[in-house]
């Protein structure tokens, strides 16, 4: 199956019409969107867009996306919140939770991180993809090339349920793949030089995974 992610659109035209271009050039089976849709105000063209897409889009909110957010995807014919929820496709389990909170030197994913995590972590099998914004501490989150940013407590849940795969966002600069463990860390955030992550799931075998340019 094949997963197309991409996170960070921040309600921009320009971004959008990559995200469009990304889903016609690769024809995937599902698109991911891993937080920081919109901008803060004006989300409904932007949601509107993605539920037009023609094929299921899952998101999850980032530090950017309001609460009025969560309630249009889950209204919009062809999009599905992620956020404290379970949903299979196509016998894969994608887990989510929305929010990011950023810090110096590290972001939280909400006020009580680590109780919100401990809800989720029943959701997850070594089998799941967890979509958060931020990516877990240590795992390319780096900003300005200098210092990390990323969240203790997610890096802490992965760490102890290491489902198979983690999307996430939120450090533009520091978008690309890496691993936690036996976790496969996919930063898909878009800037200047990366439209997103294209995923060919495979079970048995590691799964491909190429990052888009515009």
Request: glycine fraction near 10%.
């Amino acid at each position: 199956m094949r997963i197309y992610a991409v996170a960070d659109i921040h309600g921009k035209e320009s971004r959008m019409a990559r995200v469009e271009a990304a889903i016609d050039r690769f024809q995937p089976d599902v698109a991911v969107v891993a937080g920081d849709i919109t901008n803060y105000a004006g989300p409904r063209p932007v949601i509107s867009r993605l539920a037009g897409m023609g094929i299921p889009v899952l998101c999850i909110g980032g530090n950017s996306d309001l609460g009025r957010v969560e309630q249009l995807l889950e209204t919009a014919p062809g999009t599905t919140s992620l956020h404290m929820a379970s949903v299979k496709f196509n016998g894969i389990n994608f887990v989510g939770i929305s929010g990011t909170i950023p810090l110096p030197f590290r972001s939280r994913i909400c006020l009580r991180e680590n109780r919100a995590l401990k809800t989720l972590a029943p959701l997850m099998t070594e089998r799941s993809i967890l979509v958060a914004h931020p990516p877990p501490l240590g795992t390319r989150d780096r900003v300005g090339g200098r210092f990390h940013a990323g969240s203790r407590g997610l890096r802490n849940l992965v760490s102890h349920s290491q489902p198979r795969m983690v999307i996430c966002g939120h450090i533009h600069e520091d978008a690309g793949t890496t691993t936690l463990g036996r976790t496969i860390v996919v930063n898909c955030a878009m800037n200047r030089k990366m439209s997103g992550a294209l995923v060919d799931w495979d079970l048995e075998n590691l799964p491909g995974i190429e990052m888009v340019t515009p």
